[in-house]
């Protein structure tokens, strides 16, 4: 049985950093990527929710320069089968809920953020002062 339980997030006042946590079960991340997603305030499906980070299987990181101005960091320990998104120098904007996801179709590739991906139950950041 899968899962992928997300943890860390909070309130932050802007300037401020935080780590967030994705623990799997069911998965090997030496074999998948995980891709992190932020929903914003007032998006309400799945298909609304913006990739902001990935870790490839082989521990590559790919960011997306248009949401994290190279703010957002993601990693994985092999020995915890965890993945993490390092988020610095917050901003209102960034608030939202953060979702871990493996890619349904081929668990070696980010995740699209398809209805049919592995999805974890998600951790709210809030940014404000």
């Known amino acids: 049985q899968w899962q992928l339980v997300e943890s860390g997030g909070g309130l932050v006042q802007p300037g401020g950093s935080l780590r967030l946590s994705c623990a799997v079960s069911?998965?090997?991340?030496?074999?998948?990527?995980i891709t992190w997603f932020r929903q914003a305030p007032g998006k309400e499906r799945e298909a609304e929710r913006e990739?902001?980070?990935?870790?490839?299987?082989?521990?590559?990181?790919?960011h997306y320069p248009a949401f994290d101005e190279g703010r957002y960091t993601s990693s994985k320990d092999r020995a915890q089968n965890t993945a993490y998104l390092q988020m610095t120098n917050l901003k209102p904007e960034d608030t939202g809920i953060y979702y871990c996801?493996?890619?349904?179709?081929?668990?070696?590739?980010?995740?699209?953020?398809?209805?049919?991906?592995?999805w974890g139950q998600g951790t709210q950041v809030t940014v404000s002062s």
């Open positions: 990739a902001v980070s990935c870790i490839g299987y082989s521990g590559g990181f790919t």
């Open positions: 996801a493996i890619n349904h179709a081929d668990g070696r590739r980010c995740a699209k953020g398809r209805e049919d991906d592995y």
């Open positions: 069911g998965f090997n991340l030496d074999d998948y990527s």
